[in-house]
């Protein structure tokens, strides 16, 4: 029993950085109807510009973390006027392509730039430890858990009640409608990149330091986001965050009880049973 | 007099069809005369036929990735994971059950097109980005699958001694008697392509991938129709694959992962999706280029990514695209308001 809480427990927390790695993706897909495949290599870059931040200039984890999401941010703002911009209304095979040769080129990139042998992300949190009772709670963990949940309620706050965020729900619904009611466009979807990249970069920064980094880190990150997204119903957030914590907390049992190191295969069976059961997802309002 | 426009317009429609087709077949002869004729000029050479069979390889798993992906209009990442699972069907059902290589080659081509219906079933139906995402999962799990079930497929190491094919009692190994093995398998794909775009179904494929909704409208089974050809796809993918097991002799999973799943994709897209002589020519081009360009090979997956991102922008046909080669590829392709791509090529 005690083992099953420990694992539910490490399941609930390393939830929140699911959440927090979806949420970008699902926004994108839910708002601009593209399906980002560089999402995963968002997530790596976040981690790699907060280890060189902190490197070259010796300054705390909690900037670092606050600088990577910027730099990321404003890299994938900048990804819509380069690429996707162009490629708005010519059906969804062109932005699969473009976004995949992206994260190529960005997970490549990031070889060339940082090298490929394992680097370590240090977090003040990694090696402290919280008891509760019998359960043990890595800091680290436990840090992921509160400021995704922080995250997580800026972001709806964000989108519930400010200008900006009014627009990019109307261009969620009706992109036609949108325009006419003045909604710019081109603006609201860069600004929805730069959520994106935020949030996906803010994961990484949260998360790898409990593992080592390397160029490939955000492939399975970024195969993970796209099971919570599905399963939580594309585009919707709070089924996002719920999809994060259950397939999160999954993961854990099956780590824990069945083999190691098939975290993927759990992930993607349950996305395919979703998509044969519930297409729509979770909380989703259609296929 | 209207019939006899009518008439006119036919039989200059058929004309032109007739054109068309005389000029698709003649390429096709040219580029099956090229294939034969290499061994001659370079027959000599263990490398270079090396490099030779290494090309036909690309260009059938490219012609695979054409079917399901310029013919259907669906993006498939898992092209290396067919291409995996036959190679590992293949190789394991000829070691334990001594039926030598043609044995696995059936086996394989049984393996993958199962599995791709099987797998296709769900996410085909659901038609939109899911079955690109469900592709790139299937990618995953497989490889992690051949990496971790070890008592099966013997995990990081891989299989080895793996037997070579027999032919009319002749053990065909390495060198212009493999090549040739190859190549008749690689033209024989490209005619069943050719055969494929030029009969109903074809057409069908056309109207599924240009619009869906109206090709519903007019009866034709889309998702059927996706289903067999992504399973038809997938039993090509599994058949070069066993191919290739049998030609190199060792396995293992790291060879069969996403960037070579990619490396495909970025050879149909530079020849032209649905473009037969084009996709041969863009897996040529991009298997030679990195072989003698080593300073190429470390930026290799970058020129891949910025390949994918840049012939989507700028050019959306691929080489079949261009006006210069388009007279000697065949028909050209009529364009799309949406910068799409139409009609299908040999």
């Known amino acids: 029993m005690q083992e099953f809480l420990q694992h539910v427990v490490n399941g609930l927390l390393t939830g929140g950085g699911f959440a927090l790695a979806a949420l970008g993706l699902t926004l994108i897909f839910g708002v601009l109807n593209i399906v980002n495949f560089a999402h995963g290599a968002f997530y790596a870059l976040g981690a790699y510009v907060a280890l060189s931040f902190m490197g070259r200039t010796g300054l705390g ?9 910027v730099v990321v941010g404003a890299f994938a703002s900048a990804l819509d006027p380069l690429i996707f911009r162009r490629l708005r209304g010519k059906g969804e095979l062109p932005t699969i392509i473009a976004s995949m040769g992206l994260s190529l080129i960005m997970v490549d990139g990031i070889r060339l730039l940082w090298g490929a042998a394992p680097q370590y992300l240090e977090s003040p949190y990694v090696t402290e430890v919280i008891r509760l009772g019998s359960i043990i709670i890595n800091g680290q963990l436990a840090l992921v858990f509160v400021v995704a949940l922080l995250l997580v309620g800026a972001l709806y706050l964000f989108i ?28 609201t979807a860069a600004a929805t990149w730069a959520i994106s990249g935020a949030l996906t970069a803010a994961a990484g920064v949260l998360v790898l330091p409990v593992f080592a980094l390397n160029p490939f880190v955000g492939d399975s990150a970024g195969l993970t986001s796209f099971a919570v997204v599905i399963f939580g119903g594309v585009g919707s957030v709070l089924g996002t965050v719920l999809a994060g914590f259950v397939l999160a907390i999954g993961q854990s049992l099956a780590e824990g009880y069945l083999i190691s190191g098939i975290t993927e295969i759990v992930a993607f069976t349950l996305m395919i049973l979703v998509l044969i059961l519930r297409p729509k997802g979770l909380l989703g309002k259609g296929a | 007099m209207q019939t006899t426009v009518a008439q006119d317009a036919k039989t200059a429609i058929s004309e032109r069809a007739r054109k068309s087709t005389r000029s698709s077949l003649l390429a096709i002869a040219v580029l099956a005369l090229v294939i034969f004729a290499i061994p001659v000029f370079v027959g000599d050479s263990p490398y270079l036929m090396q490099v030779a069979v290494t090309t ?30 036959g190679a590992y069907t293949s190789a394991l059902i000829a070691l334990h059950f001594g039926v030598g290589f043609w044995g696995g080659f059936v086996a394989a081509l049984l393996m993958t097109f199962t599995l791709a219906i099987v797998l296709g079933l769900p996410t085909l139906r659901l038609g939109g980005p899911y079955l690109a995402i469900a592709t790139i999962g299937l990618q995953v799990i497989i490889q992690s699958v051949l990496l971790r079930w070890t008592s099966l497929t013997n995990g990081p190491a891989g299989i080895n001694n793996i037997v070579a094919p027999t032919l009319f009692g002749i053990q065909i190994r390495q060198g212009v008697s493999y090549y040739l093995m190859v190549a ?48 038809l796809s997938a039993a090509l993918a599994g058949g070069t694959g066993s191919l290739y097991a049998h030609y190199i002799g060792s396995i293992d999973p790291y060879v069969f992962d996403l960037t070579l799943s990619a490396t495909v994709l970025v050879m149909v897209l530079l020849g032209g999706r649905a473009s037969i002589i ?13 072989e003698y360009l080593q300073a190429v090979s470390n930026y290799r997956m970058v020129l891949y990514g910025a390949g994918m991102v840049i012939l989507t922008l700028f050019f ?16 050209g392709t009529r364009t799309e308001p949406g910068g799409g791509v139409a009609g299908v090529d040999a």
């Open chain 1, 160 to 187: 519930e009640k400010t200008w900006m965020g009014l627009q990019i729900r109307m261009l969620a619904q009706d992109e036609v409608a949108a325009q006419l009611m003045g909604v710019n466009i081109h603006r």
């Open chain 2, 278 to 290: 084009g996709v041969t020519i863009g897996a040529a081009i991009l298997t030679l280029l990195p």
């Open chain 2, 56 to 85: 036909l390889f690309f260009a059938a798993l490219a012609q695979s990735l054409n079917l399901v992906m310029g013919f259907a209009g669906v993006v498939s990442f898992a092209q290396a994971a067919f291409y995996g699972i």
């Open chain 2, 316 to 331: 959306p046909k691929g080489l079949a695209g261009l006006a210069i080669l388009r007279r000697s590829i065949g028909r």
């Open chain 2, 184 to 231: 008749v398998w690689l033209l024989a794909i490209i005619v069943l392509l050719y055969r494929i775009s030029r009969t109903r179904l074809g057409y069908e494929l056309l109207a599924t991938r240009e619009a869906e909704g109206a090709a519903l409208a007019i009866g034709v089974p889309v998702s059927r129709l996706r289903i067999a050809i992504f399973a």
């Open chain 1, 61 to 69: 984890y909690f900037l670092a973390l606050v600088v990577s999401m």
